[in-house]
């Protein structure tokens, strides 16, 4: 019999008000001596220091992984740090608190090896304001992204053409996807 254990550090940056509704990174680190991945996505759910939700889980696995296990940690920022389920419900954010999210963004790129986009590419089901927005945040997150062109990357699931591929989501992750270097 052999018993194998690990310790994974987890940590969360919330905002002060009394919901934590804000949440501006998670890290999750096993090895401090390997590699370290960020990954960006449109906004943050329900995973803390201590939960994870179903996105979270699948980039925690395939993270671990990537290339023969040489990433020893993650960290999550997302393009707004307003929490919720559902992104049509971004209308509700408050500027004051998304204001802190950008250096939170730009720490993440700093200590990266790789920088996964994986904000999605499908916000039709927003209204056209908060679709307007996205859009923008998109805009505005990439200017900051082209000082890290060498290390961003995509998923990628093998099937779609190479030409004109956006950004996916994590939440449907499956293990034969891959990582795809992506020009900005």
Excluded: C
Excluded at 32 to 58: G, W, Y
């Amino acid at each position: 019999m052999k018993i194998v254990s690990e310790n994974i550090k987890s940590t969360a940056v919330f905002s002060e008000d009394q919901n934590h509704e804000y949440r501006y990174l998670l890290t999750r680190e096993w090895d401090s001596n390997k590699k370290k991945a960020t990954v960006i996505m449109l906004n943050p759910s329900k995973a803390t220091h201590l939960k994870f939700d179903t996105t979270i889980m699948n980039v925690h696995n395939f993270i671990i992984d990537y290339e023969n296990e040489s990433y020893g940690s993650y960290s999550i920022v997302n393009l707004f740090a307003y929490r919720s389920t559902d992104p049509k419900l971004l209308v509700n954010r408050r500027q004051n608190f998304e204001m802190e999210n950008d250096k939170f963004l730009k720490d993440a790129f700093d200590n990266s090896d790789i920088i996964i986009i994986a904000w999605g590419r499908d916000f039709s089901k927003v209204n056209a304001i908060t679709r307007r927005e996205i859009n923008a945040r998109i805009s505005n997150v990439l200017e900051i992204l082209r000082a890290y062109q060498n290390k961003i990357y995509i998923f990628w699931d093998g099937k779609e053409e190479l030409i004109n591929i956006m950004p996916r989501h994590p939440v449907f992750l499956k293990s034969y996807w891959k990582l795809i270097e992506y020009n900005i």
